[in-house]
């Protein structure tokens, strides 16, 4: 079993829907969350930083942690074309830098 | 102010010649690493750097794989040599400090490899 395991899509939604990304991990130690937007042949980029269990919202972005669950979240309302790119979850532990990430979900925004 | 710059952006080679890539991390950043994400998959960590020391290298394949920062600051990863498995993109990335799993990451754009 994975550490990290995440659904490698491809996703099509047309504009402006809501989409939902989703990772499962089994370690529990894991307390940081993050989720990296990677555009096509470039690298990825931090979009949304999570500790422990909760919710965070930044503009169109809201991330979810369910750590009894061992299940993040990532939605997107209002989705624009320019969020289609590949969306990676990552996590890591306390004390521990080293970061384990997803398999990588591919979104594809509609016009 | 400027992003982590790596090169080639892309390489081809055959199996068992070497190659080398470079990287140059965000001025100021003291921690830096190597990634390799194989298509389909997530960036998989292969050496991590604090200034010019290695903090972890448990994922580098030793017997073919090299990497090293000399005076804290640029780095190289070379190969040596490859095989059909190799071949990946390979992304470096840095930070600002060692802050024990909730430091942001900055990646360069990647060196592709193709091993044929």
């Known amino acids: 079993q994975k550490e990290v395991e995440q659904d490698p899509g491809p996703l099509s939604v047309p504009e402006g829907a809501i989409v939902s990304l989703n990772c499962t991990y089994s370690n529990s130690a894991f307390q940081y969350f993050m989720w990296y937007r990677q555009y096509s042949r470039k690298g990825p980029e931090l979009l949304m930083y999570?500790?422990?269990?909760g919710n965070k919202e930044d503009g169109r972005f809201t991330a979810q942690v369910d750590k009894s669950s061992k299940y993040i979240s990532l939605f997107i309302r209002d989705s624009q074309p320019s969020d289609s790119a590949t969306y990676l979850c990552?996590?890591?532990?306390?004390?521990?830098?080293?970061?384990?990430f997803g398999t990588g979900t591919r979104l594809t925004i509609i016009p | 102010e400027a992003g982590v710059a790596q090169s080639p952006r892309y390489k081809i080679i055959e199996k068992r010649q070497s190659v080398a890539f470079w990287c140059n991390p965000i001025s100021g950043h003291a921690t830096l690493y190597w990634y390799q994400q194989i298509l389909g998959q997530g960036p998989k960590l292969l050496i991590q750097?604090?200034?010019?020391?290695?903090?972890?290298d448990s994922q580098l394949p030793k017997d073919r794989f090299s990497a090293e920062r000399l005076k804290g600051v640029d780095s190289t990863l070379k190969i040596q040599p490859a095989k059909l498995e190799d071949s990946a993109v390979y992304l470096c990335?840095?930070?600002?400090?060692?802050?024990?799993?909730?430091?942001?990451?900055?990646f360069g754009e990647g060196s592709r490899l193709t091993v044929l």
């Open positions: 750097f604090q200034n010019n020391g290695v903090v972890d």
């Open positions: 999570t500790y422990s269990s």
């Open positions: 990552a996590m890591s532990a306390f004390g521990n830098e080293k970061l384990t």
């Open positions: 990335a840095s930070s600002l400090q060692y802050r024990r799993g909730r430091e942001e990451l900055f």
